[in-house]
């Protein structure tokens, strides 16, 4: 799962619309509300940068190799309770409706807290799980390579690249 700054308004705007038509939130001014959760996730990728910036560091102290980043990174995201993976998901979804609560721009929130959820959490994953989408279209267009050889790991990010600029995520 990961969230892509350009995404960030298309999921804010999608947020808002679904609960305001399903009447769980009344609003009375949706842009102002989209800028409200928008806010929500560009904190959390801020602070994703943080942890990343924070391995990186870690890892030049350490020198340990780059196979080690995923590992170094979840160990720092643990001990700050920073969610990754599926995690973010129900963790962006709570933000949320905390800054609702917040907000001057949501005039009542009717919805069950836990029906809210459910449904951020189905808009949210729809756009997060975009890379493992992107994977398995570049694994489907280079399987007539090996996988682990050096070719296939200079065409495997040569094709993600291209997939991601094509998908307006770069």
Not at 43 to 50: G, I, M, T
Request: with cysteine.
């Amino acid at each position: 799962m990961k969230l892509y700054a350009t995404k960030i308004p298309v999921i804010a705007a999608e947020l808002i619309r679904r609960l305001k038509d399903d009447g769980d939130i009344e609003v009375n001014d949706p842009k102002e509300a989209q800028l409200d959760v928008e806010a929500v996730l560009k904190e959390y990728l801020r602070l994703d940068r943080e942890m990343t910036e924070q391995a990186k560091d870690l890892m030049e102290r350490r020198r340990l190799p780059y196979e080690q980043f995923g590992k170094i990174k979840r160990e720092l995201c643990d001990k700050r309770d920073f969610p990754t993976g599926e995690d973010s998901l129900l963790y962006l979804a709570n933000q949320t409706l905390e800054a609702f609560m917040h907000s001057l721009h949501v005039e009542e929130v009717f919805g069950d807290d836990g029906e809210m959820r459910k449904k951020m959490t189905v808009v949210l994953k729809k756009h997060m799980q975009v890379d493992a989408d992107i994977d398995r279209e570049v694994r489907r267009r280079i399987k007539n390579l090996e996988e682990g050889t050096a070719s296939w790991e200079v065409e495997y990010g040569r094709v993600m690249e291209n997939l991601r600029q094509q998908k307006k995520l770069v």
